[in-house]
């Protein structure tokens, strides 16, 4: 395998452009990564895009297809990756793979999204095979409420505040508002937090992410061409994507496994290990981490099911102030999803920009102290997850 | 109309009383699935011997959570829209399953005795009850 450096990010902030098509922030976010990279589309040798449902992509996820047409149809190989709201780390690391395995030194790699009004629905497919389909028709239980499900029983397993709950949101908001490309840019009390609308008990409106449109790009190219552009790169140390294991206890569909252990999220916990042990880094040694935080609950969940520290650690960390930027475990210094709300398919390529950003000294006010090693993660319907690690 | 008709066939029966939801279980390995599977899907399992099972009606509450807000489709409710308590329950010799919650709901707790009903989901088109599986406390 060679090595892969990341030349040059760029993002359309993320908000809600009732004017602007998903094309126009994929445009935007490709020419700020081409502009950061100092290189021209025609370098560009392939494009690694995430797929949407949601926003362009003629339908059939081409999302890719549409970068290319709108930016100049050069006959370049397009790869077009769908996992959910896994998909722009899929996509990241398929380039990765290309670049790393020798078919192409220049690659393009985007995810771009505009999402309807309201709560994700999990599954457009109305029929009675589809275990989405029944558990919404027989039982009712779209994404927060199943988010609320999980953060209650750790509520009951480990004594999780709804104070602590809250005190998550706020410390997002405390540094996503130094964030230019942030949806919202407004420090939130713990009184606004607890005074918001109950969503999906014990989940209130202010801890969970809402959808958003945004679109980000990353260019990613060989060691001997990203010394040629920049004396700054950023190094690939590691890209897994894993899927849910069998005995996984997460309740996923109608009904799964009582798993023999306290198994959750395995598909996350085994392409972070994957990422970090290809890196040849422990969590230790990791920086900052940027996870996906569709609610405050994974904020305090994933770290100890990762080994980022210890299970029942994570109220204390966050409530000393070490999960900030500032502090001994960095998580999300972007302000992550509460911030920013989910452009699903692009947050995994959202996640390579921060990365960048923050190994190259460059996140001004959220700035984490001399960073050099960076995690990020995503997770997507199907058991769908991925992993990277950013080193300087 | 006092008709009671399943929102979807064949998940579910009522037993002399006695509600069950209906899968299938490996005989080779044990596990059980809901709903019914035609092959066993243990990747530890080579030797899928597939056979019919019925479970519940005595569970255990892994977790609860309520939907505050209704739901998109396909979910279905009665107007006006009234929340709902959502549970994750181990069931006895069975799998983990979800459903929603009925009768009691101002005492729940992690690890509480729950027991499968089926109840009515919401009214069908023609004045019926839509019937679905549920958890209450017991």
């Known amino acids: 395998m060679r090595e892969v450096a990341v030349v040059g990010v760029g993002m359309h902030p993320w908000g809600k452009f009732a004017d602007r098509s998903v094309t126009d922030l994929c445009r935007f976010a490709v020419g700020a990564a081409l502009d950061d990279a100092g290189l021209a589309w025609r370098d560009i040798e392939a494009v690694s895009a995430a797929s949407s449902r949601f926003s362009g992509g003629k339908g059939w996820g081409l999302n890719g297809n549409d970068v290319v047409e709108d930016m100049g149809s050069t006959g370049i190989p397009v790869y077009n990756l769908s996992a959910g709201c896994a998909a722009g780390g899929n996509a990241f690391n398929i380039g990765y793979a290309l670049v790393a395995g020798g078919m192409y030194d220049v690659v393009l790699v985007v995810g771009g999204e505009k999402m309807p009004k309201g709560f994700i629905q999990t599954s457009g497919v109305e029929e009675e095979t589809d275990p989405e389909y029944l558990r919404q028709l027989c039982v009712g239980m779209p994404g927060p409420s199943f988010w609320a499900l999980l953060c209650r029983q750790r509520m009951a397993a480990l004594g999780t505040t709804e104070q602590q709950l809250a005190k998550v949101a706020v410390k997002a908001h405390q540094v996503g508002m130094h964030n230019e490309n942030a949806r919202f840019r407004k420090e939130f009390t713990l009184e606004d937090v607890l005074g918001s609308n109950m969503v999906s008990d014990p989940l209130r409106l202010f801890e969970i992410c809402p959808v958003s449109d945004g679109a980000a790009a990353a260019i990613i190219c060989s060691a001997d061409k990203a010394r040629q552009l920049t004396t700054n790169p950023v190094w690939i140390a590691g890209s897994a994507v894993a899927t849910a294991r069998f005995d996984d206890g997460l309740p996923r569909g109608l009904a799964g496994m009582v798993p023999p252990g306290p198994t959750m999220h395995s598909e996350a916990k085994m392409a972070v290990g994957k990422a970090l042990e290809q890196a040849g880094v422990g969590p230790e040694d990791l920086d900052l981490t940027e996870l996906q935080d569709n609610t405050v609950y994974y904020e305090l969940a994933f770290p100890e099911e990762w080994g980022l520290c210890k299970p029942g650690e994570a109220e204390t960390l966050l409530e000393k102030g070490e999960t900030l930027p500032t502090g001994k475990m960095p998580i999300n210094p972007s302000g992550g999803f509460l911030c920013f709300g989910e452009a699903t398919t692009a947050m995994g390529v959202f996640q390579v920009c921060e990365l960048t950003w923050q190994l190259r000294g460059e996140a001004g006010a959220r700035q984490v102290p001399d960073a050099s090693v960076a995690l990020a993660q995503t997770l997507g319907l199907g058991g769908n997850a991925t992993a990277l690690v950013l080193k300087r | ?138």
């Open chain 2, 1 to 138: 109309m006092d008709e009671r008709i399943p929102v979807v066939e064949g998940l579910f029966e009522e037993d002399a009383g006695r509600a069950r939801l209906l899968g299938s279980r490996c005989r080779a390995c044990g596990t059980p699935y809901f709903p019914a599977t035609e092959r066993c899907r243990h990747p530890d399992c080579g030797d899928s011997q597939i056979e019919d099972a019925a479970f519940g009606p005595l569970g255990t509450l892994w977790s609860y959570s309520v939907q505050n807000y209704p739901p998109p489709a396909p979910a279905r409710y009665d107007l006006p829209y009234v929340p709902y308590a959502l549970a994750v329950v181990d069931l006895a010799e069975g799998p983990r399953v979800v459903g929603r919650l009925t009768g009691d709901t101002t005492s729940l707790r992690v690890g509480a005795p729950v027991e499968l009903v089926l109840a009515p989901l919401c009214h069908s088109d023609d004045g019926g009850d839509l019937i679905t599986w549920m958890f209450r406390l017991r």
